[in-house]
């Protein structure tokens, strides 16, 4: 008997429309021959260029895997169902793919700008800047000054500090607050797309 280890990727993204099993899994056996063979195995072509995805069950694959001889052994160490997600390549950065990214970058400015104003604005600090100064220099403040300085520069160190991340500079090899809330949205994504396939009954499964 030969034991093939399998780990499949809850969510695989792929340019081609013909799928093999080393398209979506990794893959382990003693057997170097027989490990070759199943890694060409054919799982699964996309009909159409267009952008689509397809859920897949690991048995499908176990499936697949046991044409090449009955002697196989699978045993899974990934997830028992994984999405494929089919896209084809763009040969260069697109204006439409340009233009979203700018409007993200501005939305995310003026959006983060508009709320920390009205966060100064709900809290007063401006008065309360006013009244600190006040007190501890005994007359009114001109303009803007220490306070306002500090306040604003601690701001962009706090908010920094936070994310973990500015730029391409990143304080710690801790996933950003983004990394993670990103990986569990995607998680989500991905078990909402499995329980939507299965009960649709569109899922690649031994049965269909």
Known sequence: MVKVYIKAEDNVRINHA???????????????????????????RF???????????????????????????????GPEDFVVSYEERNSGKSWKTIGKIAFVCLVSFFGASFSIMTYNTDVGIGDLFTNVYQLIMGREAAGPNLLHISYTIGLAIGIIVFFNHAGKFKISDDPTPFEV???????????????????????EDVDT
């Open 181 to 203: 809330q990103m990986r569990l949205y995607e998680k989500d994504v991905n078990d909402a797309l499995v329980m939507d396939a299965d009960r649709e009954k569109v899922e």
């Open 18 to 44: 013909a799928i093999r099993l080393e398209d979506v899994l990794s893959l382990y056996c003693s057997d170097y021959e027989i490990g070759e063979k199943i890694k060409k195995i054919m799982l699964f």
């Open 47 to 77: 009909p159409s260029k267009e952008k689509q995805r397809k859920i897949f069950s690991i048995l499908k694959v176990v499936e697949r895997i046991q044409t090449v001889s009955k002697d196989i052994d699978v045993v899974n160490m």
